[in-house]
Nanobody
Framework: QVQLVESGGGLVEAGGSLQVSCVVS?????????MAWFRQAPGKDREFVAS????????SYADSVKGRFIVSRHDAWNTASLEMNSLKPEDTAVYYC??????????????????WGQGTQVTVSS
């Protein structure tokens, strides 16, 4: 059983920064799980934002956030984080963390993730 709990969302002005975190409860070693962040805006499909492999060696970003967002993991704390900088109004969405068993790689596809958090709202005002 794997449980994910996000925190850190909120309201920020355009150009500002925010960090969201995801604490994972699992009986398996946390490094066995690839982690990812997705987001979903009202009326839109859930979309990939960033991912990090279980090893931490492989990271991937959506083009829309590359250079502004940083994904990381802290295995000692079973935590994955997403640092969001230079935020834009179009970044407004519910942000979800997701996990899948994979040490070497991560995926951009929603369907490949087995475990999901409840989501945290991020709102960027213009």
């Amino acid at each position: 059983q794997v449980q994910l709990v996000e925190s850190g969302g909120g309201l920020v002005e355009a150009g500002g920064s925010l960090q969201v975190s995801c604490v994972v409860s699992t009986e398996q070693p946390f490094y066995n799980l690839a982690m990812a962040w997705f987001r979903q805006a009202p009326g839109k499909d859930r979309e990939f934002v960033a991912s990090i492999s279980g090893s931490g060696a492989t990271k991937s970003y959506a083009d829309s956030v590359k250079g502004r967002f940083i994904v990381s993991r802290h295995d000692a704390w079973n935590t994955a984080s997403l640092e969001m900088n230079s935020l834009k109004p179009e970044d407004t969405a519910v942000y979800y963390c997701a996990a899948r068993p994979n040490y070497y790689s991560a995926s951009r596809r929603v369907v490949e993730y087995d475990y999901w958090g409840q989501g945290t709202q991020v709102t960027v005002s213009s």
